[in-house]
């Protein structure tokens, strides 16, 4: 009698206990011998009390179907500028007043997205190949090219570009063609420009591969030279372009290394090495069993920052990297596995591994969770908002100060593009359709 009251007592307990922790709790379900598996199996919704937000208009869009797609749905489909977004719709550019939703203009036929806004104008190419610049308020054409070009246009000074294998130029002012590089193997996009120079990448294939960085003269689009395992510059300044060097299978470059190569021949004429985590680079050790090559670099506002996993380290650009200390951002506090997303941005580094958002704030390297549902499709930062968005179709505005949900919209649509931000209208990029609501009062940024 008493070993069945302890019996009983005991089940009692392992039951209350599982009443107490059961929304949380990850187990096997042992009573089915091991063929069900319970995970977060419960209604909780992390933005159930965020009120949603206030569509002002929707508009359909033309997409490609393709697989291949989803790249140029990640880059976008619309542009803002002026006060308007600008689409292609039935092969039609189109323009939307932000403000109301209303179609202000409509030009053209058999036009091919994404569209290209500069100052005043928007750029489009057709089918066949011919290029529109079509003044952004009243929609009427401005020029219209008479050479036929192919591939992504793109504007730098006083010229427009389209990059499809080959590089063409065009003068901005009139269409008139300017001239085709003269480099006879295929090209990758995207152009980067630094002064008189155009640069482009692409590969060498052999015994193994790598890849190839060119130099054209922007104003004949003559080939002036190439550099093995170089990336597109950082910067060119004082007859030099800043450049990381890039691995390959032969040379892992286990530190992050910046060339600066010579601007008329590309000639490595200095190297700057970071070592921000002080490794032995004849030595690396291996990370998850692979010996990986140094972070990805870039520039802004005077800093070099790299990205190494769950770090960012900066450095002065000016600065002997051997001779300073790198400011470091480090997700490693966090107890989850996560790598560098995005910033710095509103005095804010961010870390995310497509399920969790967790931000370090620049001025004293404090931790900021950032709530989110467990799945994330990609995040915007505009003002000071987070415009997080999930595979679901809901996205959710969260203040980047507080941390906290302003606002959702669900939609849709599952994948995203880029959400955009102008005269204070919020445009959400669905796979077909735009989304535009009232940018939240305590996410604007004066």
């Not at 009443?19 to 933005?47: E, Q």
């Not at 130029?169 to 008139?176: E, S, T, Y």
């Not at 790598?210 to 002036?224: E, N, S």
Request: net charge positive.
């Amino acid at each position: 009698m008493k070993k069945l009251q302890i019996r009983q007592r005991a089940c009692a307990i392992i039951a209350g206990l599982s009443l107490l922790f059961a929304p949380y709790s990850v187990h096997s379900a042992w009573a089915d011998s091991h063929t069900s598996y319970i995970g977060n199996n419960s209604d909780y919704d992390w933005t159930a009390t965020t009120p949603g937000a206030k569509t002002v208009w929707t508009q359909t869009i033309d997409v490609n179907t393709a697989a291949a797609d989803y790249e140029t749905m990640n880059q976008g489909y619309a542009v803002t500028g002026g006060g308007k977004a600008y689409v292609i719709h039935k092969g039609q550019a189109v323009a939307i007043n932000v403000q109301t939703g209303k179609v202000a203009w409509k030009y053209g036929a058999k036009l091919l997205g994404p569209l290209l806004y500069q100052k005043g104008v928007v750029y489009a190419r057709s089918e066949g190949g011919t290029i529109y610049a079509v003044h952004a308020d009243t929609g009427r054409n401005k020029w219209s090219s008479t050479v036929k070009a192919k591939g992504k246009l793109s504007i730098d000074q006083d010229q427009l570009y389209a990059a499809d294998s080959d590089i063409m130029a065009f003068r901005l002012g009139d269409g008139k063609f300017l001239w085709k590089d003269n480099y006879s193997e295929a090209l990758f996009s995207p152009l980067v420009f630094q002064g008189n120079l155009v640069f482009a990448q692409n590969s060498s294939s052999g015994v193994y591969t790598y890849m190839v960085l060119h130099a054209f003269d922007r104003t004949t689009g003559k080939h002036l030279w190439e550099a093995d395992n170089q990336a597109l510059p950082l910067t060119a300044a004082n007859g030099t372009v800043l450049s990381q060097r890039l691995s390959n299978l032969i040379d892992l470059v286990p530190l992050t290394t910046l060339d600066s190569l010579d601007a008329k021949t590309g000639k490595r004429v200095k190297t700057a090495e970071y070592n921000p985590r002080n490794i032995d680079p004849d030595n690396p050790e291996p990370v998850n069993g692979v010996i990986s090559s140094g972070g990805r670099a870039w520039l802004l506002g005077g800093q070099i920052y790299i990205g190494e996993g769950n770090s960012l380290y900066s450095y002065p650009l000016e600065d002997d990297p051997s001779k300073v200390k790198a400011m470091k951002y480090t997700a490693s506090g966090s107890g989850l596995s996560l790598d560098y997303a995005a910033g710095p941005y509103d005095g804010r580094v961010f870390f995310s591994n497509a399920q969790a958002v967790y931000g370090i704030k620049t001025a004293n390297q404090s931790p900021v969770p950032y709530p989110s549902g467990g799945q994330i499709a990609r995040f915007d930062l505009l003002g000071h908002g987070m415009y997080l968005a999930e595979p679901s179709g809901k996205l959710v505005a969260i203040n980047l100060l507080t941390a906290k949900p302003v606002l959702q919209l669900q939609t849709s649509g599952r994948v995203f593009g880029p959400t955009l931000l102008e005269s204070g209208m919020i445009i959400v990029q669905n796979k077909g359709k735009l989304t535009a609501f009232k940018e939240p009062a305590s996410l604007r940024m004066q």
